[in-house]
């Protein structure tokens, strides 16, 4: 187990050296120059290390501001929280996550070669998630051992092919092309911030074509703008939080400086992530040729949400604070349905709510984002207050999975192991 183990929790559960192998045998397979391979390799798992070093920026700006809003207004209650969640499952679940993780990815590439849905699921830290989300339903179902393993890995390796496919309609009109899919479980509000903004959008009023007076056109710089933005939220809620709950996060700073500097913060780490989204692409896409000549002929790789973030940076800003928006509307609706309370998370906002976003705006323009972002956070905020039940004693704890596709598929698999039990 002790070799096992290495494999699927030191290695394969690490997204940057998942792409760079998949980088490199679709390399191999095309026959490149060692150079060429070398360069490859390391340039996608440069590019996936970029990317998570942006993210870690983002969401340490954006834990500071939840924080701050937690403190500030007494709320109590439940906050998604993948890793969170995922952390306390391993305690119990561990050896399970890791094989359902590693025969699920195997799974996956069986499914891309003898189906029709041509799609290799390359977002290593959510195949994680999603293992050990089954890992618990399954458990808490009454399967153990080798059934448990075996249907999991099935279940796994399925919505790793599924969930691409269902949002690559959309996924051609957010980039223009058919060369990449998503691979993130935050599908299903993909899709239905999709089906939202093209019903009450117009497709011809991008958020990225927005009249900026001539005076103003520095706004038309994606990273000032989203600056602003950032800094202007930031400001108002520490000055409605006031210096004394402020200072338990800036510390010696003031107060005033810590939510402008957090603002800023935010965008840079916004700027780190379009920098390594623009390394990835540029080595993955000519790599997976090799691998859908030779092994999955037609393969698209799903990669992670940031991916499309370069397509439709304003919609992105306007994704995230309608679906914040939505997810704090959702939490008063919670309670009157006798609900757990969901608190919004920043951090799941963000990368779904700009998600949703962009593919609202692919297909609605500027009010499909915000209309699309708004449908996100409320589904983000409903379905992991329905997910509870079904995760057995994990259900107890002050947190759980927050993408939307998580609760759709645990709460699924929940109804049917009680309908077979």
Known sequence: MGFLDFLMNDILSLPEV??????????????????????????SIIGFVILGAGAGVVIGSLDSLGGIIQDRFQIQGVIPNN???????????????ALIMGFGFIANILFARFTPLKYIFLTGHHTFFMAALLSAVLGTS??????????????????????????????????????????????VGYISAGLVGKAVGDVNKSSEDIKIPERLSFLRDSLISTALTMVVMFL??????????????????????????????????????????????TEIVPAFKGIAEKMVPGAKPALDVPIIFNYAPTAV????????IGGVISMFFLGIFSLALIIPGL?????????????????????????????????????????LPVLGNLGFENTTFGDSDFGVIGILIGLLADLFS
């Not at 153990?144 to 996924?171: D, H, K, R, Y």
């Not at 692919?362 to 992991?384: D, E, K, Q």
């Open 142 to 187: 009454g399967m153990t051992g080798v059934p448990l393993i075996v249907t999991g890995s099935v279940i796994l390796g399925a919505v790793m092919v599924i969930m691409p496919a269902l949002a690559q309609p959309f996924m051609r009109q957010v980039t223009g092309g058919d060369d990449i899919a998503i691979g993130h479980f935050g599908t």
């Open 18 to 43: 998942l792409v760079g192998l998949i980088v490199m045998t679709g390399l191999i397979l095309q026959r490149a120059k060692f150079e060429k391979i070398f360069s490859g390799t390391a340039k």
């Open 236 to 281: 108002f809620l520490v000055l409605v939080a006031g210096p004394e709950i402020v200072s338990q996060y800036a510390g010696d700073q003031n107060y005033i400086m810590f939510g402008i500097m957090q603002g800023v913060t935010f965008a840079a780490g916004f700027s780190i992530i379009m920098a390594g989204v623009r390394m990835i692409l």
């Open 347 to 387: 951090v799941p906002h963000f990368f779904t709510g700009a998600g949703a976003g962009v593919f609202g705006n692919a297909v609605g323009g500027r009010r499909g984002a915000a209309v699309g972002g708004f449908t996100n956070g409320v589904l983000i905020s409903f379905i992991p207050a329905l997910l």
């Open 317 to 324: 800003i306007i994704g995230f604070l309608s679906s914040f």
């Open 83 to 97: 890793e969170a969640i995922v952390a306390l499952a391993q305690q119990t679940l561990g050896t399970e996550t």
